[in-house]
């Protein structure tokens, strides 16, 4: 079986969660599969291979796990993009819409260097509203965003548009 193939047949449904209508996608059964989850991070980085990226940005929460294993793998450096009065230095924020709320993220303002080349990963790419504030933060440190790469991606929800110009990289499109 392929990664797409082994992620379809672990990624768990779970209806109505956290609200009545929302399909929850599931990770946890990738990550208890130790094999399948290094096979999701070392496909991110090879994604990743000569694009000269030096840093690796990871959404809150889930997205900090794979971020943060794929930085260690590469031996790069591991941003965090974090909720709302969670991060203890000076920040930047973006407030956005959610598939299902609305969210504020934040980032240390001196977390990359100006014309720094990073990839941002996250678990899920659903509205993009996430993804979008991220990429748009970023940018206004001065970080140029090469990669967005998601284990899955929502297509129905075209997420992917909100991206603009950043190339996406999606191991499972729904
Ligand atoms: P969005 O901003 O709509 O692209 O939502 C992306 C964020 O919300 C990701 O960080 C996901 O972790 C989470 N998310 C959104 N929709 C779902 C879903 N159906 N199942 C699991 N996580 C989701």
Redesign the pocket.
């Known amino acids: 079986m392929d990664l797409t193939a082994q992620l379809r047949s672990t990624i768990r449904d779970i209806p109505d969660f956290p609200k009545p209508g929302?399909?929850?996608?599931?990770?946890t059964p990738v990550l208890a599969d130790g094999r399948l989850f290094r096979s999701v991070t070392d496909r991110f980085a090879a994604e990743l291979e000569g694009l000269g990226v030096t840093k690796i940005v990871g959404?809150d929460a889930?997205?900090f796990i794979f971020a943060g294993a794929v930085a260690s793998q590469l031996g790069l450096g591991f941003i965090p993009i974090r909720k709302k009065g969670k991060l203890p230095w000076t920040t930047r924020s973006t407030a956005?819409?959610?598939?299902?709320g609305e969210s504020v993220v934040e980032v240390h303002v001196d977390a990359v260097e100006k014309g720094e080349k990073v990839a941002l990963i996250?678990?899920?790419?659903?509205?993009?509203?996430?993804?979008?504030?991220a990429v748009h933060l970023l940018e206004e440190c001065g970080a140029v965003v090469v990669r967005a790469e998601f284990l899955m991606e929502?297509g129905f929800?075209s997420?992917r548009e909100k991206l603009g110009a950043t190339p996406v990289v999606s191991l499972v499109i729904y």
């Open positions: 929302i399909v929850f996608k599931d990770i959404i889930r997205g956005y819409k959610l598939e299902y996250d678990d899920v790419l659903a509205t993009g509203g996430t993804a979008a504030a929502l929800l997420g």
